[in-house]
């Protein structure tokens, strides 16, 4: 009979600021709670030696990766291929390893979509998103594959919000369009869905999106991407209006949800890693 084996599975994280990522308590909790024998590594790496991290996650057989920010795009270059939705939006956070080479795909618009999707079909939806950067554009195309017929893209950026919408408009079958964030934006009546991807509210409670919250109603979807706090103005005032809240934390779980599924071929149980990012974060 063979010996015990000394060797665990690797997966990691390739990021910029990467001491002040949960990710990895909620992963490795995933492989215990699943008595998995592997191991996820959370590195800084900048961005001169991602090429040589890449290239070292080869060497040691890893099964994959994460990429955060700022790698997200230049990750590309160094893979073997692209999922359909990483593909249209050219941005990476999750590379698999599938018979030796590394794909890349994005779990940062199916995490969203599939917290969203526990509430609500985006199918046949109009929807109001706010924000024109990464986030917003994983998001974006998400929702388009799903089946939403309308995006507004919400930002300040004329030229970045155009040109997401114009993506939106060329890869997929949805129509978007861009509209000037102006002050106290007013989300119309024919949105069910309205999407806050930009970073406000993070690790600030009381910030506020500038919208009319008196737009906010019942019926109405309100999402979050922001993860601390989970309770953000947004949430709170979405509630207080009789809206559907969705908070970023489901996100982040699904996030971690898929990229083990992509890994290791398990569903990993959510509650037990939304238990320990909320343990980890103090929330």
Not at 46 to 53: N, S
Not at 109 to 138: C, N, W
Not at 183 to 209: H, M, Q
Request: proline share 5%; glycine share 10%.
């Amino acid at each position: 009979m063979p010996g015990p084996s000394f060797l665990s599975e690797l997966v990691g994280s390739f990021s910029q600021g990467a001491a002040g990522n949960p990710t990895v308590a909620m992963i490795e909790a995933a492989f215990r709670h699943h008595g998995l024998d592997w191991r996820y590594i959370n590195c800084e790496v900048p961005p001169e030696k991602l090429g040589d991290a890449v290239k070292g996650a080869r060497a040691m057989g890893w099964r994959g990766f994460n990429c955060s920010i700022p790698h997200k795009v230049e990750v590309i270059q160094h893979l073997d291929g692209l999922g359909e939705s990483a593909a249209i939006m050219g941005a990476v956070n999750c590379a698999v390893n599938r018979d030796g080479r590394f794909i890349g795909e994005n779990t940062d618009g199916k995490g969203f979509l599939k917290s969203l999707q526990e509430v609500t079909d985006p199918r046949g939806q109009s929807i109001v998103l706010f924000g024109a950067g990464g986030a917003a554009r994983a998001i974006a195309v998400e929702l388009a594959l799903a089946g939403a017929v309308a995006i507004t893209i919400v930002n300040r950026d004329k030229a970045r919000g155009e040109t997401l919408a114009k993506l939106i408009n060329d890869k997929t079958k949805a129509k978007a369009s861009y509209a000037p964030w102006t002050k106290a934006w007013r989300i119309p009546e024919s949105a069910s869905i309205a999407v806050n991807a930009t970073s406000i509210g993070l690790e600030d409670g009381s910030a506020a999106l500038d919208i009319d919250t008196s737009s906010l109603r019942k019926g109405l979807v309100v999402a979050d991407v922001i993860v601390n706090p989970p309770r953000t103005r947004l949430m709170r005032d979405a509630e207080a209006a009789g809206a559907t809240p969705i908070d970023g934390l489901g996100m982040l779980v699904n996030q971690g949800v898929i990229s083990t599924k992509y890994w290791t071929g398990i569903d990993a149980d959510p509650n037990v890693m939304r238990k320990e990012v909320a343990r980890v974060l103090g929330l």
